[in-house]
């Protein structure tokens, strides 16, 4: 029995006869060749050349069918590589000069580029030494002569040992017969860990010789979420390890089988969950989770990413990506919501002492009206797309929120005159994070669409406390009592109004004030994405009535400590069982 | 007259498979001909075997040059194109 380290690339174990690919390098016959055959060897390379180009053009079809884009986009780099003029001319050159065979010199030519990845620090880059010797492979096979391996034809579950899989390889896999994999080189980002995590197969990467460890057919364990494989394990080992893919298998169909069933109470109140984001990308990944929809897009990424500000069209094509990635679910676009502190080294504001309280967010659009006119303008257009919602973020006044929506009206009105499509009843609603705005919930109500709570920075209001400064960061509690109360008032606003109240701040995915939010009378929650299955795994578990119970008993208390015991206790008594 | 820029590549990926397809696909839309520099390495801006191997990683600096009848335009619109960190900021 080996037991070999290596990185988890993939989660899940699995146990099976090991298949191990073959590592050997193409042995080039030849070095040089006669002066008089150079046109014979050029003319090789050249169909050399438009075979691969051709292959690798089928794969990118079938990569952007089976895959994704992300993986076709390897293959449309590939497919200009193999056709760039400059590759023919260097690889030419030295065939004519120096009458090197076309197998010789192309290889001598990828393996020179090789070296140079080879030595490269940054770690997505150096991934690409992979690329290149894939290409390599490829146009070598058809300049000998030999056919393409691949896994397309196993006829028995197997764990795949190899030094490293190529992208090719990997979209002619057989899923159905492939049990894990256990790779001698990579990393978290090489194409192997990616391929392996979208299909769902265990992996373990940079086990350093693992190709010459196990041989064929011995029985191999890939622990792809501890990263471990263990060759010719012991029974006991065996059963140990039966025992955990058992467990993640449960683990697994549990979040599956938990994202197409409703957030329903035992006593079938509905509750809607939706995702926190940053990105477009991340789109798949919270509907994978069960997200009803965006909760939250955060557009301060698309800012803070860049050196500059991105100019309409840029903000334009992500929130129309969000809207189209998420097909007609409720999307609620945040509008900037920075302050001046991080937008200074962008638009040369002025520093400030105490940036919390300063020129931030909305009040830092509205002083600076060509910013917020641009981005307003991109995400009206993109309204048309999709259940487009647009927020205002850090309101303190009922002005401040009449001054938005004033410029939103001239927003739509230059777009009407431009002729520009966008939907004009586009619901517009305000985040609750300051102590004013709750305290004012009754007349906010009367002018926004529907309100979001943001706890973090109620809390960080309310208490006076900068969670970032370490040493007041302990006072930060968002169960503190009095910011409770501010939530309640928030949320009882909004009853009996056409006026909808979700909670986005990180409350809304921690368990443990699930029960207590509830209670308080909110029906939508919004969250970082994998928070979605373990909150509605404990909302099923629940009932309304014992919800108020607990939110009745939590209002009552002076102190945040009392708040967290209780609820702890509440937490632990309807906690499932069965939490792998 | 050769017209040149520097800029810096702002993106976390660096020059990685899509923005190299993204910078040569612009290059090639120019009459000029273009010479991409990083550190000691230098690239024909429309090849994207060589745009690969100029290895340029994020915070990377990289001279643009370009001559021909259309450089200026050429310039301002690859190091538009790299300032804008190819659309993945």
């Known amino acids: ?580 | 007259m050769a017209v040149e820029r520097e800029v810096i590549i702002p993106n976390k990926e660096g020059l990685h498979f899509r923005p190299i397809m993204q910078f040569v696909d612009l290059a090639q839309r120019f009459a000029a001909g273009v010479t991409v520099h990083c550190a000691e390495r230098a690239a024909d801006g429309r090849s994207p075997m060589e745009m690969l191997m100029l290895v340029a990683t994020q915070g990377a600096k990289v001279r643009v040059v370009a001559d021909g009848p259309d450089a200026e335009q050429l310039v301002t619109a690859l190091a538009g194109l790299v300032e804008s960190g190819f659309g993945e900021l």
């Open chain 1, 1 to 580: 029995m080996i037991t070999k380290k290596g990185i988890n690339a993939s989660p899940g174990v699995a146990i099976g006869p090991a298949l191990v690919l073959d590592t050997e390098e193409y042995r080039i016959p030849h070095r040089t060749i006669d002066p008089a055959l150079c046109a014979l060897e050029l003319r090789n390379l050249d169909a050399a050349l438009a075979a691969a180009r051709q292959e690798v053009a089928e794969l990118r079809a079938a990569a952007a069918a089976k895959l994704g884009d992300k993986t076709a986009v390897i293959f449309a780099f590939h497919e200009q590589f193999i056709a760039d003029p400059k590759l023919r001319e260097s690889v030419a050159e030295q065939i004519e000069r120096r009458h090197f065979t076309a197998a010789y010199a192309f290889g001598q030519f990828m393996k020179e580029r090789q070296r140079v990845f080879r030595n490269v620090a940054d770690p997505y880059l150096k991934e690409r030494v992979r690329d290149l010797a894939d290409l390599e492979r490829r146009v070598l096979r058809h300049i000998l002569g030999r056919t393409r391996e691949n896994m397309t034809r196993l006829t028995e579950p197997v764990i795949i040992v190899a030094n490293d899989i190529t992208p090719s390889q990997a979209v002619s896999l057989d899923r159905g017969h492939i049990l894990g994999f256990a790779i001698n080189v990579g990393g978290q980002t090489s194409h192997t860990a990616i391929i392996a995590r979208m299909l769902g197969i265990p992996a373990v990467v940079a086990l350093g010789d693992i190709t010459t460890d196990v041989s064929g057919s011995e029985t191999l364990i890939v622990d792809g979420s501890n990263g471990i494989v263990v060759a010719n394990p012991d029974g006991e080992t065996i059963a140990r390890y039966s025992t955990r893919q058992r467990d993640y298998q449960r683990f697994e169909d549990k979040l599956r089988s938990l994202r197409d069933v409703p957030a329903v109470t035992q006593d079938g109140v509905a509750v809607q969950l939706l995702a926190n984001i940053e990105v477009p990308e991340e789109v798949p990944e919270a509907l994978e989770y069960g997200a009803e929809g965006v909760g939250l897009f955060r557009t301060e990424l698309l800012f803070l990413s860049s050196q500059r500000i991105p100019s309409e069209e840029q903000q334009y094509e992500a929130f129309r990506d969000v809207l189209r990635a998420t097909a007609g679910k409720p999307v609620v676009i945040r509008t900037i919501d920075l302050g001046a502190d991080k937008l200074a080294p962008l638009l040369g504001a002025p520093h400030e002492h105490n940036p919390a309280l300063g020129l931030r967010s909305l009040r830092y659009c509205l002083m600076h009206l060509d910013l917020f006119k641009t981005h307003l303008r991109a995400i009206l257009r993109a309204s048309g797309e999709g259940d487009l919602r647009i927020m205002f973020p850090m309101i303190s006044t009922l002005m401040e929120l009449r001054q938005a929506k004033s410029t939103l009206h001239d927003v739509m009105e230059d777009l009407d005159e431009e002729g520009i499509p966008f939907r004009r009843d586009v619901p517009v609603g305000m985040m609750v994070e300051t102590p004013a705005a709750a305290l004012l919930a009754r007349a906010f109500v009367r002018e926004a669409a529907f309100l979001s709570i943001g706890t973090n920075d109620l809390t960080q209001y309310t208490l006076a406390v900068d969670r970032a400064n370490a040493r007041v960061a302990h006072l930060f509690s968002s169960h503190n009592p009095a910011v409770l109360k501010l939530i309640s008032l928030a949320v009882r606003a909004t009853q009996g109004r056409p006026v909808e109240v979700s909670l986005c701040g990180e409350m809304a995915g921690m368990p443990l004030y699930t029960q207590l939010l509830l209670g308080l009378g909110l029906r939508r929650l919004s969250m970082a994405p994998k928070e979605i299955p373990v909150i509605k795994r404990l909302v099923r578990a629940t009932t309304l009535a014992r919800c108020r119970a607990i939110a009745r008993t939590v209002i009552r208390f002076d102190a945040d400590r009392q708040v967290l015991n209780y609820l702890r206790d509440e937490y632990r008594n309807i906690e499932p069982e069965d939490d792998a």
